[in-house]
């Protein structure tokens, strides 16, 4: 069985659609069953041609088997969306309906109601009906109505409506997919940073998923027992001595390490990588080796890894195992990347499982490390920031973690992209791998040696940075800034970087400013930044991200998304239209967590 298809061998959540119609019999009813389900038929089409699942296949809808014209309709269409595995719902109608009998009750899956616009019959009427009734009865649910009049025989969907039925299904999925899923934390805080305290009330109540723990002895005890593939790590120690050149050592001569210190570090990152991923996913591989438990794995979606520092004080860092498990390629091919968190940061970990879901692109896990002022770039190089940078960059740097599809080095369009793992060519991952050296880790911090990944993210790819805080007496809140990479010149970005350990990752960040609140300046973004670390994924997702926040109650407490590019549950606006940020944390606070 291929990577992709033993780790998804689960399954995915499906999007059920309900068509809902006006239950009068003798000529009402009879007049709009076909309208009404040709609606359903229009929105599974459109979901499944743009939208795809974690491995690549097409997303699947199910429709309900009639139309929905009352309550015994309602119920047949959930016990056939239970029995299929429906994670999310879609309301669809074109006429009056009757609101509270014709509604999704399910408290835990999202819901969106779809109004036809028309005037034969009152498709919207129903629509602010029945968004009233969720109200009500605190269900949140998404109002969709397009913009403009549609004919009734007008079977297609407009641009507006698709924007949001997509936008919609895409956060849905994301929520629908990790439920279940585990958080997987391999060792414990890190330095005393606060996300690796891994909450299991906030991931129980507000993502539906586990927490699982083990402890880092636990990869010592794998690699002197012998618990991995031996095959497979001779064949990826290999395949890492060919694509994955070492760089120059950085360290001062009397602390850098032998030739042969060096070669066992190679093998015990490689090991590190392999058990981490079988930790998170298990491995058929171990069963046949004797290793039934292990072979199991903890259902994880996303993970994180301690190192620092009882971990790195002591063993080759976690920064090669990091690296290359979020990257979307390894010595057995082009695959989907595993979602792993340095330094344990879990808040951070679900930031990228946030991006990831959404885009099902690889994420960057970056310290925000540096705001250099245009000011303090011109003092120590003589250069003036322009364009996109002209107010500034962020130096996002961090050891290791960093995905390697974060070099730019996959294109659409001659353009630097990050690209899902189906679209990504092997001259592609070559030229992410060929982007990356691998230095020797600075022991002055890391005493037991590992390799750092270390590259150069090209510029001008757009690009979302977001993190979630806790915060005591509210819970959780996101933040999310839009921007783009910034490429330098080669000797600003060589004066810049070694001013800091140049054997780290590097992606100069540029966020999109507003000229009010935290995005009035880039000063402003790193001021309001919650914690050391952010999550960067590809595009412009900041829309997705509060759309999928909205879903599980988690306020967002800064974004430079545009107001008509924001989608929440119709009910937000009856916390206050005029300030929709403050809003937020009203209505998520009122509702409060989706699994609570
Ligand atoms: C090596 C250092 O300990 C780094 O790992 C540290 O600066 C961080 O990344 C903190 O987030
Ligand atoms: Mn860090």
């Known amino acids: 069985m291929t990577d992709t298809a033993y780790r998804f061998q689960q399954g995915f959540p499906k999007i059920g659609i309900r068509p809902t119609i006006d239950g009068r019999r003798k000529g009402v009813r009879e007049s709009l069953e076909e309208q009404t389900m040709n609606m359903a038929r229009a929105t599974a089409a459109l979901l499944a041609e743009h939208l795809r699942y974690p491995n690549g296949e097409p997303v699947e809808c199910v429709i309900a088997d009639t139309c929905i014209g009352g309550v015994a309709e309602s119920a047949a269409c959930a016990d056939k969306f239970a029995k299929a595995g429906v994670g999310l719902s879609i309301t669809v109608t074109p006429c009056w309906c009757y609101g509270t009998e014709t509604m999704d009750t399910d408290a835990s899956i999202p819901k969106a109601v779809w109004g036809f616009n028309g005037t034969e019959r009152p498709g919207a009427v129903y629509l602010a009906a029945v968004l009233s009734g969720y109200a009500q009865k605190g269900l949140p649910a998404f109002g969709i109505y397009g913009e403009d009049v549609q004919d009734a025989g007008d079977t297609t969907v407009p641009e507006d409506v698709k924007v949001k039925l997509i936008g919609f299904a895409k956060a849905g999925l994301a929520v629908a997919y990790m439920k279940g899923k585990s958080y997987l934390s391999m060792g414990s ?7 690796s305290i891994v909450n299991d009330a906030f991931f129980q109540e507000y993502l539906g998923m586990r927490t699982e723990y083990v402890d880092m002895s636990e990869f010592v005890r794998r690699m002197e027992e012998g618990i991995y593939d031996d095959t497979e790590f001779k064949k990826a120690l290999a395949w890492v001595k060919e694509h994955c050149p070492e760089g120059p050592d950085n360290n001062p001569p009397q602390l850098r390490t032998s030739r042969e210190r060096k070669a066992r570090d190679w093998e015990t990152v490689v090991k590190m990588t392999q058990i981490a991923r079988d930790l998170m996913v298990g491995n058929p591989r171990l069963g046949e080796l004797g ?11 996303v993970s994180g890894f301690q190192g620092q520092r009882q971990w790195t004080d002591h063993f ?3 920064d090669f195992m990091e690296a290359m498990l979020n990257s979307s390629f390894d010595w057995n091919g082009i695959r989907a990347p595993y979602i792993v968190a340095t330094e344990n940061d879990s808040l951070n970990g679900v930031s990228m499982l946030f991006g990831y879901l959404l885009t099902n692109t690889a994420q960057i896990f970056a310290d925000v490390r540096t705001y250099w002022s245009p000011d303090a770039v011109k003092r120590v190089t003589g250069h003036s920031l322009a364009g996109a940078a002209e107010g500034g960059i962020l130096h996002l740097i961090n050891s290791g973690p960093a995905t390697l599809d974060g070099t730019g080095e996959q294109t659409k369009d001659g353009k630097p992209v990050m690209k899902p793992f189906w679209q990504v060519t092997p001259e592609e991952a070559d030229k992410c791998l060929k982007a990356t050296s691998w230095r020797p880790a600075s022991v002055e911090y890391f005493r037991g040696g590992g390799y750092s990944s270390d590259f150069l993210t090209r510029g001008g790819m757009p690009m979302t940075m977001s993190r979630l805080n806790l915060v005591k007496g509210i819970g959780p809140v996101l933040q999310i800034a839009e921007g783009y990479s910034i490429e330098l010149p080669a000797d600003v970005h060589e004066a810049l970087d070694k001013r800091t350990d140049p054997t780290w990752p590097t992606t100069w960040f540029a966020p999109t400013l507003t000229g009010h609140g935290a995005f009035r300046t ?24 509060i759309t999928l926040a909205s879903m599980l109650r988690i306020p967002v407490n800064m974004h430079n998304v545009a107001d008509d590019r924001i989608f929440r549950p119709r009910a937000w606006g009856l916390f206050g239209t005029a300030d929709p940020e403050s809003a937020d944390f009203r209505a998520c606070g009122n509702f409060g967590a989706l699994y609570k």
Do not use: Q, T
Request: net charge negative; proline share 2%.
């Open 522 to 545: 880039v000063y402003d973004v790193m001021d309001n930044w919650g914690a050391n670390h952010g999550s960067i994924s590809f595009g412009h997702i900041g829309a997705d991200l």
């Open 316 to 318: 080759p860092n976690g």
């Open 291 to 301: 290793f039934g438990e292990e072979a199991l794995g903890h259902n994880a979606i």
């Open 189 to 195: 805080v890190s330095m005393g940073i606060a996300g």
